[in-house]
């Protein structure tokens, strides 16, 4: 298993040239799995992890998660960003309180988010919200392990889709120590196209939960990080539940066939 010191370095180091892809694993197995084909990094979902408990998300608990993400960086030897929602906590100092917590569990990065889970007021007021971000990054400071810290607007995941909102907020997060920046959910090239060239030189990260563009496309538009999150989740849940419907509905098994021989997959583990 490699320090967490190599893995922060590794991982700072694949922001600076070209594009990599950081898919998102939800817990040990689906992690050892895309170490295996050969991914340089890896993300939580925090929405894929909440599924496998039964819930929905946005409705994990801070100690869990941070459970959570001792185990998946001490399965692989990638370096981990963590998906650490809103930091769990709305003031500031608490954010830096949790951030610490979360240094200390072997991850390379970690995000926080604008979002309030108020669908009257879903964005934290922007003062509030660079705040945030700024505590943060005291915090990993603090904490010298020099993780990456991630800056995510969440204007069009919650339904706020204003791309100069958006584009205000991520060059405020980059001003208050965010080292990547992030916002969930844009959809077009042209949307992609305006958040590289508002936050450059810093490093953008790119949602792919949908076919909309391809890592050569999104590299040539200078994106330099990709991830997909709970994505490659909700397509494992995709297949489980056609199949177990189709057993429910038609007591038949057709899905059965061409499956995966996931023992060979593991079997030096």
């Not at 309180?97 to 009257?120: C, F, H, P, R, Y």
């Not at 990456?148 to 060059?171: A, K, N, Q, Y």
Request: with cysteine.
């Amino acid at each position: 298993m490699a320090p967490q010191d190599d893995r922060v370095e590794t991982f700072r180091r694949l922001h600076g040239t070209g594009c990599f892809v950081m898919p998102n694993p939800w817990d040990r197995g689906s992690a050892l799995a895309l170490e295996q084909m050969g991914f340089h990094a890896l993300a939580t979902t925090s929405a894929g992890y909440a599924w496998t408990l039964g819930r929905a998300d946005n409705h994990l608990l801070l100690a869990e998660t941070l459970e959570h993400l001792r185990v998946v960086a001490a399965a692989v030897s990638l370096p981990i960003n963590a998906d650490f929602e809103g930091g769990f906590a709305d003031d500031p100092d608490q954010v830096a309180t949790n951030v610490k917590l979360a240094a200390a569990t072997g991850i390379a990065g970690l995000s926080i988010e604008d979002s309030t889970g108020d669908t009257a007021e879903p964005l934290y007021p922007f003062e509030l919200a660079v705040e945030r971000v700024r505590a943060a990054r005291q915090a990993i400071d603090e904490s010298g392990t020099g993780i990456v810290l991630t800056g995510r607007s969440e204007g069009f995941v919650v339904g706020r889709p204003d791309l100069d909102e958006t584009v205000r907020r991520l060059r405020a997060y980059a001003d208050a120590g965010a080292d990547c920046l992030y916002a969930p959910r844009i959809t077009t090239i042209e949307q992609v196209s305006s958040i590289v060239a508002a936050v450059a030189p810093k490093p953008v990260n790119l949602l792919a939960n949908a076919p909309f563009i391809t890592v050569a496309k999104a590299t040539s538009l200078g994106v330099r990080r990709i991830s997909v999150g709970g994505t490659l989740a909700r397509t494992a849940w995709a297949g489980f539940l056609a199949a177990a419907q189709e057993i429910a509905d038609d007591g038949t098994f057709s899905r059965f066939d061409g499956l995966p021989d996931v023992d060979a997959r593991f079997g030096t583990q």
